[in-house]
Each structure stands twice: as C-alpha cells, then as structure tokens.
C-alpha cells in the first residue's frame, strides 16, 4: 500500500466508527485483528470481541467523533501511526474530549492489529 492508500483505510475505519456502521468498520479490519487499548489493559481478538466493544461503545453515547488527525504512514513496514482529537457525546448530551494517538499494522489491505493510546477514562470497555 501506498502511504495515501495507508491514510484512506484509516479515514475509511474511522469514518464507520463515527457513522456507527459495524459493516464498514469490519470491512477495515482482519478477521483475527487484534485490538488493544494499551493504556487499559484491554486485549480482544477477532470480529466478534470486537464488535462486542463498538456495540457497547455506541450504546453508551449520543455520538462519537474522530477529528484532527496526523498521520505517519509507513508503506515499508506496513505501519500507520494516527494521533487525534476525539469528542464523546453522553446520552445525556455532556461532552468529552480527548487526545488519542492509534497504531496500525496493516495486512493484505486491513488492519491485523489496532493499538490505542488514549487520555482519561476507557470509553472501549474490553469486557461487558
């Protein structure tokens, strides 16, 4: 992959997880990816964990947005480091913002590993 191709599968996954659209999300995303948020202690493995996680996270909030993005793609390697702002809308309409920065290891054109570093408290709860 290109390094605008890197950037376009992150839009692309980041774009379903704002639009809330598991299909296009999953589409982004290997079968056996694994996810973590490092700075929680969360590990999850494969589509169904996953999906477990989106579901609660939208469940949990009015809106989610992914915004201000920097990129460091690595065409090479096959790596993408994305650090942005996110903003989480509570049910009851309060907002929280945070500064997260995501790893990307990409194989055969999706991610096989998904590696979160975010500020504040863990809004993708690993466990139910």
């Known amino acids: 992959m290109t390094r605008d191709d890197q950037i376009a599968l992150v839009t692309r996954y980041f774009k379903a997880v704002d639009d809330e659209d598991l299909i296009a999300l999953l589409d982004t995303l290997c079968p056996d990816c694994v996810f973590s948020v490092e700075t929680h202690d969360v590990r999850l493995e494969g589509h169904d964990q996953i999906t477990a996680m989106f579901t609660r996270l939208w469940h949990d909030h009015a809106a ?13 390697t096959g790596g993408i480091a994305s650090r942005f702002a996110v903003q989480n809308t509570a049910q ?4 929280t ?3 997260n920065c995501n790893f990307f290891e990409i194989r055969d054109g999706r991610f096989a590993t998904v590696r979160v570093y975010m500020t504040g408290q863990n809004t993708l709860k690993g466990t139910a």
């Open 97 to 99: 913002h945070k500064s």
């Open 64 to 76: 989610v947005l992914h915004h201000e993005f920097v990129h460091v793609p690595d065409p090479v």
């Open 92 to 95: 009851d309409g309060r907002l």
